[in-house]
């Protein structure tokens, strides 16, 4: 399983990173994706080579980085929104339903 870490309870407008440690696996394609309360689960940003993906809801406001000498993906959220209340997870990409862990969850008051 690959682990999220770093979420939290953050004010509208406010900044979270959340965290993904990585092992055994390659940091070459990784995605993290949200599942918001009554909603089906949904990818919201990859990272493939030096390719980056986000969806529309967060382009320009979360960066998607990663940093190899650590094993560890990262997730820079900003001007965050409370649609942007979820759990948060990381996965290889495509995603492998063995690797779903737990998540982190990330709430965004209004």
């Known amino acids: 399983q690959l682990q999220a870490f770093g979420g939290g309870l953050v004010e509208a407008g406010g900044s979270l990173r959340l965290s993904c440690a990585v092992s055994?696996?390659?940091?070459?394609?990784m995605g993290w994706h949200r599942q918001a309360p009554g909603k089906q689960r949904e990818l919201v940003a990859r990272?493939?080579?030096?390719?980056?993906y986000y969806t529309d809801s967060v382009q320009g406001r979360f960066i998607i980085s990663r940093d190899n000498a650590a094993n560890t993906l990262y997730l820079d959220m900003n001007t965050l929104k409370p649609e942007d209340t979820a759990v948060y997870y990381c996965?290889?990409?495509?995603?492998?339903?063995?690797?779903w862990g737990q998540g982190t969850l990330v709430t965004v008051s209004s």
């Open positions: 996965n290889v990409h495509p995603a492998i339903v063995a690797y």
């Open positions: 055994g696996v390659s940091l070459d394609r």
């Open positions: 990272i493939v080579g030096g390719m980056t």
